[in-house]
């Protein structure tokens, strides 16, 4: 079945500047790539995803990056701000639309004043 | 706007009882999922259902069953609750629609076995 890593568990960043949080995934089969957030109490929701047929997707704030031939995708939050704080999941999805998401084990990203 | 609803937030039972975590979901959803989450470990699929009465195993299958009756619900049975099986479960829903729809989350339970 699919693994997914992803990197790092914790990430503190000064208000202001960038975060990246990236994920590697093993099933080449794996087509659908989404990330979500969860904050303190809240349940996942999510804020960007990308295909397997497109390299970058970006939405104000947030991009997203895959790489197919090295089976990784990355997460970036420019310009960061309190509400930022929060965990973060990479996830894969690969065959059918029946199969469900392979997480990683999730980034807490902490946003510094 | 998608609503998937978990009946309990908070549950605490007993080792060795018979637990029943529910799930409603209000957007004629084919695909239901149960998943557990657990510090530094993430989200783990325990399993999933494509249509009624249709089930398949997830990643961590072992200790649970499911039930989906109907196409709106979708059961998590803790067969004999054990002190391993706490944590936060969560359940989700999406579309059957080629793999890349976003699935909606549950709200969690937080069930403690004590």
Redesign the interface.
């Known amino acids: 079945?699919e693994n997914v890593e992803?990197h790092p568990?914790t990430l503190s960043v000064q208000e202001g500047d960038s975060a990246v949080i990236k994920c590697t995934y093993s099933d080449s089969a794996s087509?659908?790539f989404?990330w979500y957030k969860q904050e303190l109490g809240?349940?996942?929701?999510?804020i960007i995803?990308i295909?397997s047929n497109v390299g970058e997707k970006k939405d104000q704030r947030i991009a997203v990056t895959l790489n197919k031939t090295a089976k990784h995708f990355s997460l970036h939050i420019t310009e960061t701000q309190p509400e930022d704080s929060a965990v973060y999941?990479c996830?894969a999805?690969?065959?059918?639309?029946?199969?469900?998401?392979?997480?990683?084990?999730?980034t807490h990203l902490i946003i510094q004043p | 706007d998608v609503k998937v609803t978990q009946s309990s937030r908070y549950l605490v039972k007993r080792t060795g009882e018979k637990v029943f975590l529910e799930c409603v979901q209000d957007m004629d959803h084919e695909n239901m999922f149960w998943y557990r989450q657990d510090p530094g470990l993430g989200l783990r699929l325990i399993y999933f259902s494509y249509d009624v009465k249709m089930k398949e195993k997830g990643d961590i299958p072992e200790g649970y069953s499911v039930s989906r009756e109907k196409k709106e619900r979708f059961s998590l049975i803790l067969e004999s609750a054990s002190t391993n099986q706490t944590s936060m479960y969560l359940c989700a829903s999406s579309l059957w629609v080629s793999g890349d729809t976003e699935a909606f989350f549950g709200q969690g339970t937080r069930l403690t076995v004590v």
């Open positions: 079945g992803q568990s087509n659908y989404p809240k349940r996942p929701q999510l995803d295909r999941f996830a999805r690969s065959g059918g639309g029946a199969d469900g998401l392979t997480f990683g084990k999730g």
